[in-house]
């Protein structure tokens, strides 16, 4: 049987960074001949409800900067992405909740130190852990419409 990683706010778990629900029925229904493994860093490391951060580029490279109090946030979730994949080796694919600066596969945004938008295609910095180990990743959004056209 397929292991699948997702963001567990996927499947409905109050775990976004402003408590609202995103449960996604249909994907639910896709996965249904998976084991799905939830995962969401952001929660794990900073509770919810909690500021949001942005991905911002610096001289020192992509950096989790809060919203609230600019400091990086960063750190701890990519521990956190580091010690999820040590724990569960034997994952076949990686879906992430599209946009966000953990999760999402080609979908996060990117800023510079003025909020000035560069760019919208990132990885977030969980999703970016799974493409080094070589784990096929996806954005749910993406992965829902490939299945509905083929």
Known sequence: MKKIAISACLLGNNC??????????????????????????????????????????????????????????GGPVTAYAK??????????????KDRSPSCGVCSAKLYDSEKNMLGEKEAGLMAKEAKIRKIPAIDAEDFTAQQEEG
Do not use: W
């Open 16 to 73: 976004r960074y402003n408590a609202e629900i995103k449960k996604d029925e249909s994907l639910i229904t896709l996965l249904k001949d998976a084991v799905l493994i939830p995962f969401c860093p952001e929660d794990f490391c900073y509770g919810t409800p909690r500021p949001s951060m942005d991905l911002v580029q610096t001289k020192q490279g992509v950096k989790a900067i809060s919203n609230l109090t600019g400091a990086d946030l």
């Open 83 to 96: 010690s999820f994949f040590q724990m569960h080796p034997d994952i076949d694919l990686f879906i992430g």
